[in-house]
């Protein structure tokens, strides 16, 4: 028996009627896009025993808050709850979740879960099923307890985005509202599968970036750990042999002494001042202020700023097309936006924008007296706000700016290399140059 088939018929009073649904609808105020008061809700796992209408004994499992939900959501499902209790869990199978090491799932998982879904969604398999079949062959085991949860919602009558809407970790504040319009336009095969392709554009675009930095990044590491080891072996022994000389030594090679004699001898200061500023750091760019001056810095960079607010154009614009196309709210999918560009900056612009739209202005217009947007795509967009092809501007825009992204990326990884070669050769040859400078005098220092 379905849950629709246990709801209250027609045959009840019309005042209880209306007070059942007074209570159920005020305290839940419309979904904004942010996690919903649920999600933080621990999720027990409990097994029941149950009669259904024919009287056979049936035995399951469900998650849910409490028992008293938990024997709500058996009655849905057309049982006589006869017996609920806890799933009994001993030590050595109880989950240990340290902080900041918790399970994730990659985007790139979300992205093949979604075309997926969308196929058989399409194929006409029912949700149900299809969860199902999606949590027997995902191989994250994180996934698959999210998923558990969802065909469980699912099952006992609340809808696909309500369900995910509890799994922020998961599904994140793009996901959500695009199955929901989804659902409301009966078309979540055709949403699923829009997801599922501007997730994968976004993963395979953050692989090329990421591609190209690593080099550069690795190549700084080992050359921070050969200076320091120079720094800490290497220059003292040259400070010895020039004590024992006597005489005054060059400037580069005092600040060198210098710097070498600060890393050694009192190296347990340094780690800490140098732990302690990367912490006070940190702090300071999860702050709100700190978060936006960092990222505006990172803009102005050379090379890597281009490069990095091309993408977030990119992002920005190719979320609005996917929303708007799906029927979102022009104000609703610029807030949705917001949060997904990934740029405190140009997430504090998409804001502005929004504030004006509210107040009936043009977001063309805005984006004109907003330097961060080029010209291009304030260009585009005030046209699609004139013709009524927003969607079509928007994924033009996020296709030319993905390219040039693509471009800048070969780019700067054929540039790099080079650039990284010159400041080695400039930083080793400097410290190598410092030390030998005193050589040079040896002979005067001698007699």
Same mark, same amino acid.
């Given at each position: ?54 009287? *056979?004994? !049936?035995?399951?499992? #469900?998650?849910?808050?409490?028992? =008293?939900?938990? %024997?709500?959501? @058996?009655?849905? +499902?057309? /049982? ?118 501007? *997730?994968? !554009?976004?993963?395979? #675009?953050?692989?090329?970036?990421? =591609?190209?930095? %690593?080099?550069? @990044?690795?190549? +700084?590491? /080992? ?225």
């Amino acid at each position: 028996m379905t849950a629709t088939q246990t709801r209250p018929t027609k045959k009840r009073s019309e005042t209880k009627s209306r007070l059942t649904r007074r209570t159920k609808t005020r305290p839940q105020p419309r979904p904004t896009g942010k996690p919903a008061a649920p999600a933080t809700t621990t999720l027990i796992d409990y097994e029941y025993t149950g009669i259904d209408a024919s009287g *056979m004994v !049936r035995t399951g499992r #469900l998650l849910s808050a409490t028992e =008293a939900e938990a %024997t709500q959501r @058996i009655r849905r +499902l057309g /049982l006589r709850p006869t017996e609920v209790q806890p799933v009994s869990k001993s030590l050595l199978t109880t989950e240990l979740r340290i902080p900041g090491f918790g399970p994730k799932v990659d985007e790139r998982e979300i992205a093949v879960l979604s075309r997926q879904l969308a196929t058989m969604v399409g194929a006409g398999v029912p949700l149900l099923r299809s969860l199902s079949v999606l949590t027997k062959q995902t191989e994250n085991q994180f996934l698959v307890e999210t998923l558990a949860r969802v065909r469980t919602d699912v099952e006992s009558g609340d809808s696909l985005s309500d369900s995910i809407a509890r799994h922020p970790r998961v599904f994140d504040d793009l996901y959500v509202p695009m199955v929901r319009a989804g659902e409301t336009a009966g078309a979540l095969d055709e949403i699923l599968a829009q997801l599922a392709t501007t *997730m994968e !554009r976004s993963v395979a #675009l953050r692989q090329k970036i990421r =591609a190209a930095l %690593t080099y550069p @990044i690795a190549v +700084l590491v /080992l050359i921070t750990f050969v200076i320091a080891a120079m720094l800490i072996f290497v220059v003292p022994v040259f400070a010895g042999i020039y004590d024992d000389l006597g005489g005054e030594l060059p400037l580069p090679t005092r600040i060198l002494v210098g710097v070498s004699a600060a890393f050694s001898d009192k190296l347990p200061l340094t780690l800490l001042i140098v732990g302690t500023t990367t912490y006070l750091v940190r702090r300071w760019k999860q702050s709100e202020n700190g978060r936006l001056k960092w990222d505006k810095a990172k803009l102005r960079l050379p090379l890597v700023g281009d490069l990095l607010h091309k993408s977030a154009i990119a992002r920005l614009t190719r979320v609005l097309a996917v929303l708007n196309r799906s029927g979102v709210p022009v104000l609703e999918a610029l807030a949705i936006s917001a949060q997904t560009v990934g740029n405190a900056a140009i997430e504090q612009a998409v804001v502005d924008t929004r504030q004006v739209v509210r107040r009936g202005g043009s977001m063309g217009s805005q984006m004109a007296d907003n330097p961060l947007f080029p010209p291009m795509v304030v260009q585009l967009v005030s046209i699609g706000e004139e013709t009524g092809t927003l969607d079509e501007m928007l994924e033009t825009v996020a296709a030319s700016f993905e390219a040039e992204v693509e471009s800048a990326v070969a780019g700067f990884a054929s540039l790099i290399e080079p650039l990284l070669m010159a400041f080695i050769g400039v930083v080793v040859g400097s410290m190598v140059i410092s030390l030998y400078l005193p050589m040079f005098r040896i002979v005067d220092l001698i007699q």
